[in-house]
């Protein structure tokens, strides 16, 4: 299984911008996709999450503010982020979870600047 991220970039604080993550090969019983973000220095963060019944959960810090929803035809998952703050700055990583274990995509850099 493989994951193919994108969509990260540099923008000003309180701009939007989408991440992509695409999974592609032979994929059995996927189940949970999501992003986790992680900046120098700290810890890395779960920031959302969706099953595949649609059930979605988010850390504290984004919710209201990003919304995490998935393509099934395409095994692709999005997270649309709103209302950006320079301390949502971080790489981003998409995952998705499946009957062998847990696949990673490369992390896609988001940079806000205030």
């Known amino acids: 299984v493989q994951l193919q991220a994108c969509g990260g970039g540099s923008v000003q604080a309180g701009g939007s911008l989408r991440l992509s993550c695409a999974a592609s090969?032979?994929?059995?019983?996927?189940?949970?996709m999501g992003w986790y973000r992680q900046a120098p220095g700290k810890q890395r963060e779960l920031v959302a999450s969706?099953?595949?019944?649609?059930?979605?959960n988010y850390a504290d810090s984004v919710k209201g503010r990003f919304n995490i929803f998935t393509d099934n035809a395409k095994n692709t998952v999005y997270l649309q982020m709103n209302s950006l703050k320079p301390e949502d700055t971080s790489a981003y990583y998409c995952?998705?979870?499946?009957?062998?274990?847990?696949?990673w995509g490369q992390g896609t850099l988001v940079t806000v600047s205030s």
């Open positions: 995952y998705l979870d499946h009957i062998t274990g847990r696949s």
């Open positions: 969706i099953t595949p019944g649609g059930y979605t």
């Open positions: 090969g032979i994929i059995f019983s996927p189940n949970v």
